[in-house]
């Protein structure tokens, strides 16, 4: 059976998920102040390294840069509520290119296993 | 024989199969990267001599490519690559004053001549007057058709590159160094809309974008939109008036405080209906840049379409 990441269409799913995901985030009020003042031309790199790893493709994830990343948005209130509402901006973003269920389900989980190193728990 | 990975022109050993990003860090280099898989683009360089591999440019704009910018986690090279940090602007060349003339109130036109620089429109150079004073301006001419390299430089009451640009005349000499930036006619479909839109002395490199497109060839609208304080700050006005006038697919828009004018505004009640397929170039303050970029992306630009220099005052 083939990969999670090929059945999502590998790369090209990735592209075409970016910045349909990115603005879902942007436009989430209970969100959108960890993104404040960031370079937008960052940010989408950054959000395309995080979808390839939530859809299971190639990467080398460590949870120190994970930490490391999310350490001021942690000291300014990041929780759990928020990393929920990235992942229902991930699952709603997947829905609207019509990607199945099972799949949806498969990239949550990939997405909720990197929580404890964002909230530096 | 000239080794297969040099930085800064210091070679840096390299064995079969490893990434430049392996080589550098196994030589005590400084290089910053994350998830080493070519997507964060944390670990870009440049390569200032060498064509990299197309696959360790992924993922880049064609503006990035074209300048030789790559990502060293996923770059094995065949040829050999000297590298650079990516805002290196390189050795200083000798330059000689052509020309200051004011453009507006506190705006002059410098001209200067130096030899052999290559350049696109639109990027920007770091004009060296001495030691330890040297700022970047942006590229207003066009290297085909003018025999000298264009800049707008504001003047700021107490700033020491403004004193210096108005003492100095014709035949002074000066350096430069660069060019630099990836604000250039690249990456655009001759027939797509294309906006540019910047403020105050940001037109200097909108303004040799436009050439730019013009000379390309560009077939789809294009319209520039210029923001200043003052109307009289909104220098260069009449050439634009009039190339509007002469050329259908260009428009013009000016917009100035004192008149009530919005820059910002102005271009997003007009351009947030098209932003999906628009080609942009923002030119101005912080404030000013990210707050379009911000707003045509949300209204569906993609983010590979926005290009932009943002302009943040020297300290005095």
Redesign the interface.
């Known amino acids: 059976m083939s990969s999670l990441y090929e059945r999502l269409g590998g790369e090209n799913a990735v592209n075409a998920a970016v910045e349909l995901f990115y603005r879902k985030v942007l436009a989430d009020g209970r969100i959108a102040r960890f993104f404040d003042g960031v370079d937008m031309d960052d940010q989408i790199a950054k959000q395309k390294s995080f979808l390839t790893m939530a859809f299971g493709g190639p990467n080398r994830y460590t949870g120190l840069d994970m930490r490391n990343a999310h350490k001021k948005l942690v000291a300014k209130g990041l929780n759990d509520s928020h990393v929920d509402a990235v992942i229902e901006n991930l699952n709603s973003t997947l829905r609207t290119l019509g990607v199945p269920e099972k799949e949806v389900k498969e990239v949550a989980a990939l997405a909720d296993s990197v929580r404890a190193d964002v909230l530096g728990r | 024989m000239t080794p297969l990975l040099t930085y800064m022109d210091r070679p840096v050993e390299i064995a079969p199969g490893e990434t430049v990003l392996e080589a550098l860090l196994r030589a005590g280099i400084d290089a910053p990267s994350?998830?080493?898989?070519g997507?964060?683009?944390?670990c870009l360089r440049r390569a200032v001599q060498g064509t990299p591999p197309a696959e360790s440019q992924n993922?880049l704009t064609e503006a990035q490519k074209a300048m030789g910018y790559f990502l060293p986690c996923i770059c094995r090279p065949s040829s050999p690559l000297n590298v650079a940090p990516p805002d290196d602007a390189g050795a200083r060349l000798p330059a000689t004053v052509r020309s200051v003339e004011a453009l507006a109130q506190d705006v002059v036109r410098l001209r200067i001549e130096t030899e052999a620089f290559p350049y696109r429109p639109g990027q920007f150079l770091k004009l060296i007057a001495s030691d330890g004073l040297e700022r970047h301006y942006s590229i207003a001419s066009h290297p085909e058709e003018d025999p000298f390299l264009e800049m707008h430089i504001r003047l700021h009451p107490g700033g020491r590159m403004s004193r210096h640009v108005m003492e100095i005349a014709k035949g002074h000499r000066l350096h430069v160094a660069g060019p630099l930036g990836t604000c250039f006619y690249e990456g655009v479909d001759k027939d797509q809309p294309l906006a540019l839109i910047g403020a105050g002395t940001g037109l200097a490199p909108l303004y040799g974008v436009l050439r730019d497109a013009l000379r390309q060839g560009h077939r789809g609208p294009i319209r520039l939109y210029h923001g200043a304080r003052e109307r009289k700050g909104l220098y260069l006005r009449e050439e634009l008036e009039a190339l509007a006038r002469a050329r259908d697919n260009f428009d013009y828009a000016p917009a100035s405080l004192d008149t009530g004018g919005d820059l910002a505004a102005l271009a997003l009640e007009a351009e947030t209906q098209r932003a999906s397929r628009t080609a942009y170039f923002l030119c101005g303050g912080e404030n000013l840049v990210?707050r379009l970029?911000?707003d045509l992306?949300?209204s569906g630009a993609?983010?590979k379409a926005i290009r932009s220099d943002v302009f943040s005052p020297a300290s005095l």
Do not use: D, I, L, Y
């Open positions: 994350s998830c080493r898989t997507n964060c683009q944390t993922g990210k970029k911000r992306f949300m993609s983010m």
